[in-house]
């Protein structure tokens, strides 16, 4: 079962342009994290934000989270098209430390 | 350095067949995670292992499924009788003691029952 949901479903930005993608969650975790995928290959892990931190940085990943509203959201800056992919979130529930993956945000970088 | 090797990565078959998945977890990696992907239920932790024992398999759907970690370089996911509606995208992953969250996907190998 899904713990996360993404929103939007799907965004189609230009090159250059930022993406910004949001996940929202339901019960205490502490990590979460966003994975990218190709399309026809497997999931690739981007970044890891503990239930303690508030922001994080990677290259041109941005990645906040606010555990009182339980969501988190992911910016891409300077997109490319090689950004193309869907972008999943993934939580460690507290309870029983599984991680669950939300749905997923269909990002199309056009050149 | 080889990533995680899932095989076959396409399989065909018709319903009632025993149907056989394999994975090579990355050398040194301590977890090992089976997960299925379909458009309706998105990504789906099947079952898990921590040093080839299984933690928790509470994402198996029925007893058709069965899952096995011999030695720490592989393991199997297999689904006897085979039936239309386990067609999917079936994903192995690995990761280490200390970054269990963080993990490494094989490529994946696509089912498809008929």
């Known amino acids: 079962s899904q713990q996360g949901e993404e929103d939007p479903q799907a965004l189609s930005i230009q090159e250059g342009e930022n993406a910004t993608m949001n996940c929202s969650y339901k019960?205490?975790?502490?990590?979460l994290q966003w994975y990218r995928q190709n399309s026809g290959r497997g999931l690739v892990h981007l970044i890891l934000?503990?239930?303690?931190?508030r922001e994080k940085h990677s290259g041109r990943l941005r990645v906040t989270l606010d555990t009182s509203k339980k969501s988190s959201s992911l910016l891409i800056t300077a997109s490319r098209a090689a950004d193309t992919a869907s972008y999943f979130c993934?939580?460690?529930?507290?309870?029983?430390?599984?991680?669950?993956f939300g749905a997923g945000t269909r990002l199309t970088v056009k050149p | 350095d080889a990533g995680v090797i899932q095989s076959p990565r396409h399989e065909v078959t018709e319903m009632g067949q025993e149907v056989t998945l394999r994975c090579k977890p990355i050398?040194?990696?301590?977890?090992l995670f089976w997960y299925r992907q379909t458009m309706m239920r998105g990504l789906e932790l099947l079952i898990y292992?921590?040093?080839?024992?299984?933690?928790?398999d509470s994402g198996m759907p029925e007893d058709r499924f069965s899952a096995k970690m011999p030695n720490a370089s592989f393991s199997t996911l297999k689904i006897q009788p085979s039936e239309p509606r386990d067609s999917a995208v079936y994903f192995c992953?690995?990761?280490?003691?200390?970054?269990?969250?963080?993990?490494?996907f094989g490529d994946g190998t696509r089912l498809s029952i008929l």
């Open positions: 992953a690995s990761s280490t003691r200390t970054a269990r969250w963080s993990q490494h």
């Open positions: 019960t205490s975790i502490n990590n």
């Open positions: 934000i503990r239930s303690n931190e």
């Open positions: 993934a939580t460690d529930a507290e309870r029983n430390n599984d991680m669950r």
């Open positions: 050398s040194g990696h301590d977890y």
């Open positions: 292992f921590n040093n080839n024992v299984p933690i928790d």
